[in-house]
T-cell receptor, first 112, second 114 residues
């Protein structure tokens, strides 16, 4: 099963950009890269997802390496509300949900 | 407002009792999922359903059961056979089963069994 590797924790200052890395060296051609974030005692919140091309939405940007073995979630201007655990997961484009594997994520701290 | 509701937020049960966790969505999503999260851990998939009257086991289905009689509802029963039932349970839904669709999560139910 394809797994992802993320740093345990990262720290940023408010209003500065944040780059959250994710390695997925065993990604298959049909796997989509998804990012979610979770606040304590809450359900995860969808952030962004992509397949091959870089993606932008109102929350963040997703930069995907050309070989797709890594990706980076970019928060352009961190706010205190962005402090959360960020999960990078792979979802099979063919719909094989047995491959849904969530790691420990990256705990992001944002300093005022 | 469209979304996913889980009830109750906190649930306490005695060991040996079955307990059913509710999950309802009004997003008109076909696929629904149940996850379990233990302290400091990622999510683990218990069961998922891609259409009404159909569901599949995830990675840790033992001791759990589900039903999908209506598109909007996907209740999870934690049976007495589940050896370590105390956990945070999360329900999610997506438009379809494919990875091109994002998942939307409910607020979760924290189950404590003593």
């Amino acid at each position: 099963d394809a797994k992802t590797t993320q740093p345990n924790s990262m720290e940023s200052n408010e209003e500065e950009p944040v780059h959250l890395p994710c390695n997925h060296s065993t990604i298959s051609g049909t796997d989509y890269i998804h990012w979610y974030r979770q606040l304590p005692s809450q359900g995860p919140e969808y952030v962004i997802h992509g397949l091959t091309s870089n993606v932008n939405n109102r929350m963040a940007s997703l930069a995907i390496a050309e070989d797709r073995k890594s990706s980076t979630l970019i928060l352009h201007r961190a706010t205190l509300r962005d402090a959360a655990v960020y999960y990078c997961i792979l979802r099979d484009g063919a719909g094989n949900n047995r491959k849904l594997i969530w790691g420990l994520g990256t705990s992001l701290a944002v300093n005022p | 407002d469209g979304g996913i509701t889980q009830s109750p937020k906190y649930l306490f049960r005695k060991e040996g009792q079955n307990v059913t966790l509710s999950c309802e969505q009004n997003l008109n999503h076909d696929a629904m999922y149940w996850y379990r999260q233990d302290p400091g851990q990622g999510l683990r998939l218990i069961y998922y359903s891609q259409i009404v009257n159909d569901f599949q086991k995830g990675d840790i289905a033992e001791g759990y059961s589900v039903s999908r009689e209506k598109k909007e509802s996907f209740p999870l029963t934690v049976t007495s056979a589940q050896k370590n039932p105390t956990a945070f349970y999360l329900c999610a839904s997506s438009m379809g089963r494919r990875g091109s669709y994002e998942q939307y999560f409910g607020p979760g139910t924290r189950l404590t069994v003593t």
